[in-house]
């Protein structure tokens, strides 16, 4: 089995579903004759043409609401944002018009669409570059916000989002591009809507999602050797959220923290603590921690970055804190 | 002294818009007015809410192009949007029950009238936010081609009529629309209603180039100016961007010169608006123009007109009704619709 770079195994979910759907087309910058900032689509347009792997002027509103009205009349877009960050400008085509206009139309439109590329703080990119517009989104109705971490579920999840019938915002992690793995030869398809379970344990939940998933597990090997025995969940789903796989672990080791790449304000994990609230705050142990980006623009210099974002160091940390606590 | 455009001159003898045709616009048109009219009658009595914007004055525009339309063609429209769905097919039972917020209008009461949608209809919407009506047209008209490039569907071309105001031709999602519609050669008509206003914002005032239809040579695109106040002139520059677009030669702006006869909604007082202006527009009437037409023309007589009045009248006051014994949506339903699963 050989292994696959995880932009590689985007590109195969990408060109199996365009084989097995006429419908499924991608749209954006430099996705076709380029083959996207991040080789996601390379050479793809060779196989399927410049129609299918069309390659729009830098109008981030315009082309995100003409697959909108793409979707509504029976095709399946994949607008690849060249940074997720750029979609800021498709913000009200992405909420009005993606979002809501199902609900608003009283079911009267489906909008099969899916929203994806690269996010997240990566090296030294600048503030306007290291965004994660996932909190800035999870309010928005009518979508979906997944996020994908490694090559297997990458593959398995932008298939998934492919076929179905919402619109789905799909985050990459621009420096997991990289990530090697072996994949399954036979073709799968993993669960949109279903967190992973990605390491059992007793002592303390900790749930995250994208590049902090790997954090996690670099604070979980110094854990594990100091005797603690953390259960990570990698959310997967951050709109909707699996309550059914994140609600048991809660019950089960009674201490919980989310570990994000987001700012702290507004972010998953404030949705997150705040249902947590509302649903589970008698099986908690201990209150709820939030380790998060700081709430400022990402800075450029490295050090600082480094500050900005969570560090294995502190999970470590906060898991040691959280467990010696009795309440 | 008012500045008015001139409005293009309009030769009819050059159409050959048949006595079926003709009358189909007029009904057409009378049912924008009424169903309008009643409209405000309703809102003034507290039987509709928030904001509504009428059409009244703009009918040659709506009838002229979405009644040149094949019904497997798709129309786009803003907040403005009442005529253009009733011309476009979707029964004036199902408009009125939408505005009274029932669960029997054609977005189950969830919309509004700012948000009116048939898929049935190919209506697309019903957009309350300026100009993002115009990407979404867009999309459908790229579908269009693709069907039939990509995936080898045959038949003719599904051509996208988008309807937007002058206000809306100052933003970007304008300008990188028709871009697009050119350099793809999208089947798409752009149809700018130029009624010179955008609420309190003269177009002068708001824009370097007042004259649209001369914007749509910087994308290489036909543009051409029209009487929105005839109907006639309106269906002739239809046909030819229809034709143009169905035979894959690409867009059309069409600005057609027309102008409101009402505030900008129910709930502007319209004081920025001078006499003269109105005085001067008032008689373009369309309706009346085009009855005018009908008769000189000898395509109707005044009984055929006057029972389409009554007929129509009939029509709007059986969706009054309609609306008013129609039921509430269920509370029960209140998160359906979210996800297309439910
Ligand atoms: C993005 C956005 N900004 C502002 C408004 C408020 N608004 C509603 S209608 C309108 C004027 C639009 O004028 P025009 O495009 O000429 O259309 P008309 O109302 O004359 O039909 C404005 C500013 C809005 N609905 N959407
Ligand atoms: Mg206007």
């Known amino acids: ?327 | 002294m008012v500045q008015e455009r001139t409005l293009p001159e309009y030769h009819s003898a050059a159409t050959s818009l048949t006595r079926a045709d003709g009358l189909r616009l007029y009904e057409d048109m009378v049912l924008g007015r009424e169903f309008e009219d009643k409209c405000a009658e309703m809102y003034y009595r507290g039987r509709m809410f928030g904001f509504v914007h009428l059409y009244n004055g703009q009918e040659a525009v709506a009838s002229g192009v979405i009644k040149a339309l094949e019904p497997t063609d798709y129309v786009c429209s803003t907040y403005r949007d009442h005529v253009h769905a009733l011309s476009a097919g979707v029964p004036a039972r199902e408009v009125m029950a939408e505005l009274f917020g029932k669960v029997t209008g054609c977005s189950k009461g969830r919309g509004g009238s700012m948000h009116l949608f048939s898929a049935q209809h190919h209506l697309l919407g019903g957009f309350a936010f300026v100009a993002e009506g115009i990407p979404v047209a867009l999309g459908a008209a790229f579908q269009a081609r693709y069907r039939q490039e990509a995936m080898g569907e045959s038949g003719p071309m599904q051509v996208t009529a988008c309807f937007f105001g002058d206000g809306a031709c100052n933003n970007g999602q304008f300008f990188e629309c028709l871009n697009m519609a050119s350099l793809w050669r999208l089947p798409i008509i752009f149809v700018v209603e130029n009624n010179k206003w955008a609420i309190g914002m003269a177009h002068e005032r708001a824009t370097s180039q007042p004259e649209i239809y001369q914007k749509a040579a910087a994308f290489g695109m036909p543009g051409v100016e029209v009487d929105g106040m005839n109907v006639v002139a309106v269906w002739d520059v239809a046909q030819t961007a229809l034709q143009r677009a169905r035979a894959g030669e690409g867009p059309t702006l069409i600005e057609a010169l027309t102008y409101r006869f009402r505030g900008h909604s129910l709930a502007d007082p319209d004081e920025l608006r001078s006499k003269e202006e109105k005085e001067y527009w008032l008689p373009q009437d369309p309706i009346k123009q085009f009855a005018a037409y009908l008769l000189t023309h000898n395509l109707a007589q005044e009984a055929e007109l006057a029972a389409i009045h009554q007929e129509i009248r009939a029509r709007v006051e059986d969706a009054v009704a309609f609306a008013e014994e129609s039921p509430e949506p269920d509370p029960r339903d209140l998160r359906r619709y979210i996800y297309a699963e439910d």
């Open chain 1, 1 to 327: 089995m050989a292994e696959t770079l995880l932009f590689n195994a985007l590109r195969e979910a990408i060109d199996e579903e365009m084989a097995r759907d006429p419908s499924v087309f991608v749209l954006g910058e430099d996705v076709g004759h380029y083959g996207g900032s991040y080789k996601v689509t390379k050479d793809l347009y060779k196989k399927y043409g410049d129609l299918r792997l069309l390659d729009t002027p830098i109008a981030e509103n315009s082309f995100t609401g003409m697959a909108v009205g793409a979707a509504m009349t029976g095709l399946r877009p994949i607008v690849e944002g060249m940074n997720m960050g750029f979609l800021l400008l498709a913000f009200n085509q992405i909420s009005n018009n993606a979002g809501m206009l199902r609900y608003t139309s009283g079911g009267n439109f489906k909008i099969p669409l899916v929203i994806r590329g690269p996010g997240g703080v990566g090296r030294q990119l600048g503030a306007e570059h290291s965004q994660r517009l996932e909190a800035y989104f999870q309010a928005v109705p009518g979508l979906k916000i997944v996020a994908c971490s490694t090559p297997y579920n990458a593959k398995g999840l932008l298939k998934a989002a492919i076929r179905d019938d919402n619109p789905v915002l799909f985050f990459e992690h621009v420096l997991l591009y990289n990530l090697k793995e072996s994949l399954p030869e036979a073709e799968y398809v993993l669960p949109l809507d279903r967190a992973e379970v990605v390491r059992p344990g007793q002592d303390v939940t900790i749930l995250t999602y994208s590049r902090m998933r790997h954090h996690v597990l670099q604070a979980v090997k110094t854990l594990e050797g100091r005797g603690f025995d953390p259960e990570v969940i990698d959310l997967i789903s951050l709109k909707p959220l699996d309550w059914q796989t994140i609600g048991p672990s809660i019950t089960k080791t009674h201490r919980v923290i989310v570990v994000e790449e987001c700012m702290k304000t507004g972010g998953i994990g404030a949705e997150i603590v705040a249902s947590i609230n509302d649903n589970y705050f008698d099986q908690l142990d201990a209150p709820v921690l939030r380790l998060s980006s700081a709430d400022i623009p990402t800075p450029y210099n490295g050090s600082l970055e480094n500050l900005t974002i969570v560090q294995p160091l502190q999970i470590v940390e906060a898991v040691e804190k959280t467990v010696a606590l009795q309440v």
